[in-house]
């Protein structure tokens, strides 16, 4: 019989946030897949360790995701994982793949989901708390109320544009040098969470706070005007 793969959501950073569904397929399964080559640098990786202590003494499949713009480097690196996670189910193994926040939320699970279950394998997708729920938990605010829209974005994405949707606006990572320049220019106020749920998290309550040298890990909410 094949074995499954789990995609587990592990929460923004704080191991404390993991679900206790998600703790409990971690310590259960064969072998741990990882986004990453190193797993010292692994970010999911860390954070499962600190919720499930026997995570580092199961097997790992050490899955490379490129950092990159170019599509067809990033659909060879997913067919190599795809590969690799579907020779582990073959012999019958489980496998929980490790992923930032929830699975569905610009995960790479989602690509090499499609291609396991593509080669007939069996997927489960387990949701994990988004880091723009923690983001919002650590500023204290509301993301919505009543009827008010909420719009979750790449930080890529045309902020000027963006901008003019009805609503809250989340921006999750990307280019913080323009999207903070749009939100200045559109005259609103923003605020913003950098790497929640760590040690290293810093609470920016207002647009001024914001540093442009913000990292990575950088959750921006725009509030609609009132």
């Known amino acids: ?4 793969l789990y995609g587990v959501g592990v929460g923004p950073g704080d191991p404390e946030l993991l679900t206790c569904k998600a ?3 971690i310590g259960e399964c064969d072998v741990l897949a990882i986004p990453h080559r190193d797993p010292e640098k692994c970010f999911a990786y860390r954070i499962a360790r600190g919720a499930v202590p026997e995570a580092k003494d199961k097997p790992l499949l050490c899955i490379d995701m490129p950092m990159t713009h170019d599509q067809a480097v990033r659909e060879a690196a997913y067919e190599a994982g795809a590969e690799r996670i579907a020779a582990a189910l073959a012999t019958g193994e489980t496998v929980v793949f490790l992923t930032l926040g929830d699975p569905s939320v610009y995960s790479t699970f989602a690509y090499l989901a499609a291609k396991v279950s ?7 997708w387990v949701p994990g708390v988004t880091s723009f729920c923690a ?27 963006a901008l003019k949707y009805p609503g809250t606006k989340v921006f999750m990572k990307g280019e913080l040098g323009p999207l903070l320049d749009a939100i200045e220019q559109s005259g609103r106020e923003a ?8 040690e290293d998290e810093r609470v920016y309550p207002t647009r001024s706070d914001i540093p442009r040298d913000a990292g990575y890990y950088l959750v921006t909410v725009v509030k609609e005007e009132v």
């Open 1 to 4: 019989m094949n074995g499954i």
């Open 191 to 198: 605020c913003a969470v950098e790497n929640c749920g760590t």
């Open 118 to 124: 593509a080669k007939g394998y069996d997927v489960k």
């Open 23 to 25: 703790a409990r397929l």
């Open 135 to 161: 983001g919002a938990a650590a500023l204290g605010e509301p993301l919505c109320l009543d009827r008010d829209e909420l719009h979750i974005l790449p930080g890529s994405a045309n902020a000027a544009e």
